[in-house]
């Protein structure tokens, strides 16, 4: 990234941390994942990101105590070390440098961005979750480019004014685990998807680390949702018209979200982070 974006970035993110425990104090109560998502987790380390001209959502997670940004691979497909992705943080756009990892079965809709720096505040979210069939299952991002764009405000001790964070926060939206797939961890929802949510995580409570009690993790990443074709009539009045005319006119279809969302698993992509630990250390 340029180097007076590297300074100013890098400001944003340590302002950003200062600011996100108080922030996670006011939801405290709202840990439940059947009641919400809290704070400082997946919500506060997903973002906006465009690439050659396309919208799209990336988070942020930690492997091994190093830091990347896992995307759809359709978001970023033919990404080459030495290209720059754009990313919006706090109602702005940075420029960045980035190296790319794909896994090399092409089926599986995940990659992984290596950027020079760990400029992203640490996300305290698992970076892979357990899967239960018939679980409600959140994923976040930016549908149609559209943002979470408000100002926070926090009291600093011993300033007379309180310090006003403009900040940038995904959509959430709600579904529940359908089929836990087949080949290529592929797996699917139950829920309404847009354009713009491609790359943007899976949340779900994990209830498979400790026996009885919910912890929130990512269980995968979205890739796109299924189309049906729907078929529409003609403007054409349909009163004066042959038998034949009538069935050349019903001959139009238009694609509509079936309401199934495609997704994959994360553990390929953490195998080849693993593989090829390029990203850079926590600070």
């Known amino acids: 990234m340029h180097k007076n974006n590297r300074t100013k970035l890098s400001l944003v993110f340590a302002t950003m941390l200062l600011f996100s425990v108080s922030f996670a104090l006011v939801a405290e109560d709202n840990l439940s994942l059947t009641r919400g998502i809290p704070p400082g987790g997946a919500y506060e380390s997903t973002y906006q990101i465009e690439y050659r001209g396309n919208l799209a959502t990336g988070f942020s997670i930690e492997i091994d105590k190093r830091q990347y940004l896992i995307t759809a691979r359709h978001v970023i497909d033919g990404f080459q070390a030495g290209d720059n992705l754009n990313i919006r943080i706090n109602q702005e756009w940075y420029t960045v440098d980035a190296k790319p990892i794909f896994l090399s079965n092409q089926q599986i809709d995940i990659a992984a961005l290596a950027l020079k720096e760990a400029y992203f505040q640490p996300a305290q979210i698992q970076p892979n979750a357990g899967l239960y ?110 038998t034949q005319q009538k069935e050349q006119i019903v001959t139009r279809y238009v694609a509509e979200n079936a309401g199934i969302i495609v997704a994959y698993r994360m553990q390929p992509m953490i195998d080849a982070i693993r593989a090829n630990p390029i990203g850079p250390l926590l600070k």
């Not at 559209?146 to 309180?162: C, E, N, V």
């Not at 529940?176 to 961890?185: A, D």
């Open 133 to 242: 069939l018939g679980q409600e299952a959140y994923f976040l991002g930016f549908p149609y480019g559209l943002a979470s764009d408000f100002t926070l405000k926090r009291k600093i001790d011993g300033a007379s004014f309180p310090l006003r964070i403009p900040t940038t926060y995904p959509f959430i939206k709600r579904s529940i685990v359908s089929s836990l797939g087949g080949e290529n961890q592929v797996f699917y929802l139950d829920g309404h998807n847009n354009p713009g949510f491609s790359g943007g995580p899976i949340i779900v409570g994990d209830l498979s680390k400790k026996a009885g009690k919910e912890e929130i993790g990512v269980a995968g990443v979205v890739s796109a949702y299924k189309s049906q074709l729907l078929e529409v009539i003609d403007s054409v009045s349909q009163s004066n018209v042959s």
